[in-house]
C-alpha cells in the first residue's frame, strides 16, 4: 500500500534525534544516497503532525553531500537529496507554491578531511521555515464546521474538514450503522471528485480504560485502526487507494482541551479529512 501512510507513533524517531535550531529542521541521508529512507520519512511525518510543520508554511529546502567525491557529483547529490525531500512534503499536502526554495548546495567542505567515507552529519537536507514570508499574509481564519454536501470550492488544498457524525463500537474500530449519513456524503465527495486526494485522520477523546479494546489491536493507536475502517470503506465502494491515506493522531490535537462533559469528548472524538490534492 505504497500511498497509504502508517503511523505509529511508538516507532517514531523523536525530534531529539536530529540536529535543529529555530525553524530549521535537519533530515538525513545515508552515504550516496539520495532517497529519503523510512527513518528519516517518519521524523518528517513526526514533524507534521505534531504541529512543528504546518500546511500553509512557507519553506525553503536546501540539499547538502559531504565532501567525498567531485564537486559536479556532489551538486547533482544535495538537489536529488532535496528534491527528495520536496516531493515528500508535497505528497504529505503541502502545497508546492509555498514551497519558495528547493536548491542543492553542493559539498560541505571540512578542514583537514580524509576519512574516505565521508562525514555523515553532512549528508542532509535542511527544511527552513520561511517566518518573513509568512509575515506578509496574515493567517486565514479557522473555517466554520460544515454540514451538509462538501463543497469541493471551499476546501483548499491542506485544509481538513469533520466528520462528527461517525460511529464506532467501544474502543474498537468497528463502524456503526448511525455513521452511514457522514459515510455516504464523504463517498459521495470523494465519487464526484476524481482528481481529489485525501488524508483520513483519526481523532480520539481522553483516552479513558482500554481494558475493552480487543487483542487484535493492541499494539496499534486505536485512532489510527479507525481511519483505516474508514480508508477500507472508500476503497471497497470503488475508491482508488492512490487517492488516500490514512494516520491516526490519538488524543494529541484535541478541539477541546479540557473534556468536561461528554459533549466535550464527543468534538474531540472525531474523523478528519485532509485535501492533499484537488
Not at 451538509?148 to 463500537?169: M, P, Q, S
Amino acid at each position: 500500500m505504497k500511498k497509504a501512510l502508517l503511523v505509529t507513533w511508538l516507532l517514531l524517531p523523536s525530534l531529539e534525534g536530529y540536529s535543529q535550531h529555530k525553524d530549521t529542521f535537519e533530515v538525513h541521508f545515508q552515504f550516496n544516497v539520495s532517497k529519503l529512507g523510512k527513518e528519516a520519512q517518519a521524523y518528517i511525518d513526526r514533524l507534521i503532525f505534531k504541529d512543528t510543520l504546518i500546511h500553509g508554511d512557507k519553506l525553503m529546502v536546501l540539499g547538502y553531500a559531504d565532501f567525498v567525491g567531485g564537486s559536479s557529483y556532489n551538486d547533482t547529490l544535495s538537489l536529488l537529496r532535496a528534491t527528495s525531500v520536496r516531493n515528500y512534503l508535497v505528497s504529505s499536502g503541502f502545497d508546492e507554491k509555498n514551497i519558495k526554495l528547493c536548491v542543492g548546495k553542493g559539498k560541505i567542505d571540512r578542514a583537514n578531511a580524509s576519512a574516505k567515507d565521508g562525514y555523515a552529519p553532512d549528508r542532509k537536507v535542511q527544511i527552513i521555515i520561511d517566518r518573513v514570508a509568512m509575515a506578509q499574509k496574515p493567517p486565514e481564519p479557522p473555517q466554520p464546521e460544515r454540514k451538509g454536501k462538501i463543497d469541493i470550492n471551499r476546501l483548499k488544498v491542506g485544509e481538513t474538514f469533520a466528520l462528527y457524525e461517525i460511529y464506532f463500537k467501544l474502543n474498537k474500530p468497528e463502524l456503526l450503522p448511525q455513521s452511514e449519513a457522514d459515510l455516504g456524503k464523504l463517498l459521495e465527495f470523494m465519487s464526484g471528485n476524481p482528481t481529489v486526494h485525501v488524508q483520513i485522520e483519526g481523532h480520539v477523546c481522553c483516552m479513558g480504560p482500554t481494558e475493552g479494546v480487543d487483542s487484535k489491536y493492541k499494539g496499534r493507536n486505536l485512532s489510527e485502526c479507525r481511519a483505516e475502517a474508514i480508508y477500507n470503506y472508500l476503497a471497497e465502494k470503488g475508491i482508488s487507494k492512490e487517492r488516500m491515506k490514512f494516520v491516526g493522531l490519538g488524543n494529541n490535537n484535541p478541539i477541546v482541551k479540557n473534556e468536561l462533559t461528554e459533549a466535550d469528548k464527543q468534538k474531540n472524538r472525531r474523523v478528519e479529512i485532509r485535501i492533499l490534492s484537488k
